[in-house]
């Protein structure tokens, strides 16, 4: 029940002020909020900026992306086409996608388009990973690091994957039932360990090292707020057992007779890093990046390998008849693949090509505008943080027939490879596209063609559940971990 004072009149009461007072500063934060973003525009170019909502004050539209995920960027692309702006990730965004508007940025990099991460990326990868590197370093520092990545190297690398992926699929025959994606995550990160680092699992016993990987991946785009119980802060402490680790094994030798990457990236390493080698910190940020980008993203791929195969049984037979073809097929013949022999199985090739055109591992890659650029009908000004989708990209070409559908075969097709390379180009990049793509491209395969041969020739499996919804962060994999039940092949 109201009361009034001697004259009739309702009191301003304390809480009332409050209140009006907070509601017009609410207000009028908005308002100068909204024509900061109408005055981002940069009057060089007579271009607007592309639609979009940059979000409340404060917050932007973090607070959406991080309730929705992927569906963020799915919304944003049913409202406002395949360019859009928003404020997500510290910076003002424009997210593009089709080759159309990704090609002409990619043809001004490295010097009007540079990279960008998220700041709890740098932080993670660390500040002279290839990652973070950029400007006239970039190119140097990618050049020694290919070193390592070479069709030789990745021949000494062979017999470890082989022999690491086999053993995981047998023990997944031997257990019946497991979860296909974490079970891909494990076989990566034991793989990593030893192929970059030299070192079994025996040194990590209890697993902390390779679980501080998962752990890594998982949180990688995260608020970098170092609070108790938030994603980065659970992220930069595996990243310091993770560096903790690489520091202990360069002070001693590897125990396998391999050679492993960070051999090739210790030869020429001089104390003041003038030589043609790295500095120590090159090595160890490097390093750290190759065993959290080597197993997150190649996992999410193995899995989509063998969410396909599985819904596809006459796919995996035609995979069948390939190794068949090749001597290949017998499942107790302990058979030495090589790097050259991997390049003459076609179907293979196809099926690797197809699975990453339909499930990229990683939904875009993020640039940064050193410059306004104009792509389009629209300008991107200086400083704007830009986001290529691959995803969106590779489902909206025109490019691809029936592009919704699983039919590596398409891949036969010589001509669509001419194509893609040329008059097309952009218009498939599951490895990103320019000075910037990915690194570890050739490694991935290998390491995705060397499964295709063991899990076809070595096992049966059945998917429990393979209409799954797909999730898209970090990684792309189905959103219940695919159950699968695996049995060995007689």
């Given at each position: 029940?109201?009361?009034?004072?001697?004259?009739?009149?309702?009191?301003?009461?304390?809480?009332?002020?409050?209140?009006?007072?907070?509601?017009?500063?609410?207000?009028?934060?908005?308002?100068?909020?909204?024509?900061?973003?109408?005055?981002?525009?940069?009057?060089?170019?007579?271009?607007?900026?592309?639609?979009?909502?940059?979000?409340?004050?404060?917050?932007?539209?973090?607070?959406?992306?991080?309730?929705?995920?992927?569906?963020?960027?799915?919304?944003?692309?049913?409202?406002?086409?395949?360019?859009?702006?928003?404020?997500?990730?510290?910076?003002?965004?424009?997210?593009?996608?089709?080759?159309?508007?990704?090609?002409?940025?990619?043809?001004?990099?490295?010097?009007?388009?540079?990279?960008?991460?998220?700041?709890?990326?740098?932080?993670?990868?660390?500040?002279?990973?290839?990652?973070?590197?950029?400007?006239?370093?970039?190119?140097?520092?990618?050049?020694?690091?290919?070193?390592?990545?070479?069709?030789?190297?990745?021949?000494?690398?062979?017999?470890?994957?082989?022999?690491?992926?086999?053993?995981?699929?047998?023990?997944?025959?031997?257990?019946?039932?497991?979860?296909?994606?974490?079970?891909?995550?494990?076989?990566?990160?034991?793989?990593?360990?030893?192929?970059?680092?030299?070192?079994?699992?025996?040194?990590?016993?209890?697993?902390v090292v390779r679980n501080a990987f998962i752990t890594v991946n998982q949180n990688m785009i995260s608020v970098p707020l170092k609070i108790p119980g938030t994603g980065f802060y659970k992220a930069a402490k595996a990243k310091k057992v993770i560096t903790d680790f690489i520091k202990k094994r360069l002070s001693r030798e590897s125990d396998k007779d391999h050679v492993c990457i960070l051999d090739v990236l210790l030869v020429g390493h001089g104390e003041d890093g003038r030589d043609a080698g790295l500095t120590e910190e090159q090595i160890i940020d490097n390093a750290v990046t190759f065993l959290i980008a080597g197993s997150g993203t190649t996992s999410g791929a193995l899995s989509c390998l063998l969410l396909m195969l599985g819904k596809h049984p006459e796919?995996?037979?035609?995979?069948?008849?390939?190794?068949?073809?090749?001597?290949?097929?017998?499942?107790?013949?302990?058979?030495?693949?090589?790097?050259?022999?991997?390049?003459?199985?076609?179907?293979?090739?196809?099926?690797?090509?197809?699975?990453?055109?339909?499930?990229?591992?990683?939904?875009?890659?993020?640039?940064?505008?050193?410059?306004?650029?104009?792509?389009?009908?629209?300008?991107?000004?200086?400083?704007?943080?830009?986001?290529?989708?691959?995803?969106?990209?590779?489902?909206?070409?025109?490019?691809?027939?029936?592009?919704?559908?699983?039919?590596?075969?398409?891949?036969?097709?010589?001509?669509?490879?001419?194509?893609?390379?040329?008059?097309?180009?952009?218009?498939?990049?599951?490895?990103?596209?320019?000075?910037?793509?990915?690194?570890?491209?050739?490694?991935?395969?290998?390491?995705?063609?060397?499964?295709?041969?063991?899990?076809?020739?070595?096992?049966?499996?059945?998917?429990?559940?393979?209409?799954?919804?797909?999730?898209?962060?970090?990684?792309?994999?189905?959103?219940?971990?695919?159950?699968?039940?695996?049995?060995?092949?007689?």
């Amino acid at each position: 029940m109201s009361t009034t004072d001697e004259e009739g009149n309702y009191p301003v009461t304390p809480t009332l002020l409050v209140l009006v007072s907070s509601l017009l500063s609410v207000c009028v934060i908005s308002w100068l909020w909204k024509r900061r973003n109408e005055g981002a525009k940069d009057p060089i170019s007579v271009l607007p900026l592309p639609p979009g909502n940059m979000g409340w004050p404060l917050i932007r539209e973090n607070l959406q992306f991080f309730l929705k995920g992927s569906d963020f960027f799915v919304e944003r692309f049913k409202k406002y086409g395949r360019i859009y702006k928003t404020h997500v990730f510290g910076a003002p965004m424009v997210r593009l996608s089709g080759a159309d508007y990704i090609r002409p940025l990619v043809s001004k990099e490295p010097n009007l388009m540079t990279m960008k991460i998220t700041q709890s990326a740098r932080y993670l990868f660390g500040g002279q990973s290839l990652t973070s590197v950029t400007g006239e370093e970039h190119p140097k520092l990618k050049k020694k690091l290919l070193a390592a990545l070479t069709p030789v190297r990745l021949d000494d690398y062979l017999p470890c994957i082989q022999d690491k992926v086999r053993a995981h699929v047998l023990d997944w025959c031997d257990r019946g039932h497991v979860l296909g994606f974490p079970a891909c995550d494990a076989l990566m990160a034991e793989l990593v360990l030893e192929l970059t680092l030299g070192w079994s699992k025996d040194n990590d016993p209890m697993g902390v090292v390779r679980n501080a990987f998962i752990t890594v991946n998982q949180n990688m785009i995260s608020v970098p707020l170092k609070i108790p119980g938030t994603g980065f802060y659970k992220a930069a402490k595996a990243k310091k057992v993770i560096t903790d680790f690489i520091k202990k094994r360069l002070s001693r030798e590897s125990d396998k007779d391999h050679v492993c990457i960070l051999d090739v990236l210790l030869v020429g390493h001089g104390e003041d890093g003038r030589d043609a080698g790295l500095t120590e910190e090159q090595i160890i940020d490097n390093a750290v990046t190759f065993l959290i980008a080597g197993s997150g993203t190649t996992s999410g791929a193995l899995s989509c390998l063998l969410l396909m195969l599985g819904k596809h049984p006459e796919v995996l037979s035609k995979l069948r008849e390939e190794l068949s073809s090749k001597g290949l097929i017998e499942t107790e013949k302990d058979i030495p693949l090589t790097y050259d022999l991997l390049q003459e199985l076609d179907y293979v090739q196809w099926l690797n090509k197809e699975v990453l055109r339909l499930l990229p591992p990683v939904g875009g890659v993020f640039r940064q505008a050193e410059k306004t650029v104009e792509v389009g009908d629209y300008q991107i000004p200086k400083g704007w943080t830009v986001m290529y989708s691959i995803r969106d990209t590779h489902f909206n070409t025109h490019v691809f027939e029936h592009r919704d559908e699983f039919i590596p075969e398409r891949w036969g097709d010589k001509d669509l490879e001419a194509t893609l390379r040329k008059t097309e180009a952009c218009n498939y990049l599951p490895f990103g596209s320019g000075p910037r793509s990915c690194l570890g491209k050739a490694l991935a395969l290998v390491e995705m063609s060397v499964f295709l041969v063991e899990v076809a020739r070595v096992a049966d499996w059945k998917l429990h559940n393979p209409d799954a919804r797909m999730v898209y962060l970090p990684v792309t994999k189905c959103a219940d971990d695919m159950p699968v039940t695996f049995t060995r092949r007689c």
